[in-house]
């Protein structure tokens, strides 16, 4: 049996892929959706930085004892979630970067594109990214209620997450992966996932959608991610 584990980014949780969670255990996979330290339930924990993330799903897989393991992340997620999947040796079946950002060895989450604006809003709100307001969703394919439950359920990011560095020990382009591209969100991908869509053990899915489709479009991700996991490695 396919295992997913789900890693929403930034703001949010768990709670984020309830209804693809859905989808895919009707479908017969295991799935378990993952709350990184600091963030929804888990935001009083200790002080959160990136390793921290990438230990929260190492032990989780290890935790679990899963196998064939299908590891999706979203957004910022696909940076721990990329160091992970080296990580794991033969338990990962496949790597799913649903809108997100890959990691780059020494690089980090804001590394690359115009980001003076969030490190001042980090400065500015005690280390955290503070969330998004409901404007800022618009243009996103999104309803006003998906929005709203986006907003009410999103807390702060701790700003070190997205300030480290990843350290990644082999090329990601060696691993299997499905990059999955919101449209609406734009239809190129960042620099650093063209290269390694050049990879043949790397695929392009496209969805016209915007950069939250585990709200926007769960039917049409869940079915995306499980034609990646009968894919496999």
């Known amino acids: 049996m396919t295992n997913f584990v789900l890693v929403a980014g930034t703001w949010l949780g768990a709670w984020a892929w309830d209804e693809v969670a859905a989808e895919l255990r009707g479908a017969g996979h295991g799935v378990h959706a993952l709350t990184l330290s600091g963030l929804a339930e888990k935001q009083d924990t200790q002080p959160a ?24 992340g979203h957004s910022y997620a696909g940076i721990p979630v990329g160091q992970v999947a080296e990580r794991i ?57 998906q929005i709203a439950r986006i907003v009410e359920g999103s807390t702060p990011h701790p700003g070190v997450t997205l300030t480290e560095p990843a350290v990644l020990t082999r090329p990601l382009g060696e691993l299997p992966a499905t990059y ?32 939250w489709p585990m709200f926007s479009q769960p039917h049409a991700l869940a079915r995306v991610l499980h034609a990646a996991a009968v894919a496999g490695p």
């Open 180 to 211: 999955v591209k919101c449209l609406l969100d734009g239809d190129e991908p960042m620099p650093a996932v063209a290269e390694l869509l050049k990879s043949d053990r790397w695929e392009l899915v496209e969805l016209d959608t915007g950069h």
């Open 49 to 72: 930085g990136q390793q921290t993330h990438v230990r929260d799903i190492v032990d989780e897989v290890g935790r679990l004892g899963l196998r064939d393991v299908v590891l999706v």
């Open 89 to 145: 040796g033969d338990r990962l079946r496949r790597v799913v970067f649903v809108d997100a950002n890959a990691p780059v060895d020494g690089e980090s989450f804001l590394s690359g594109w115009p980001s003076d604006h969030v490190r001042q809003a980090i400065a500015d709100h005690d280390g955290y990214w503070p969330p998004l307001g409901a404007p800022d969703y618009a243009g996103q394919g999104l309803t006003d209620e």
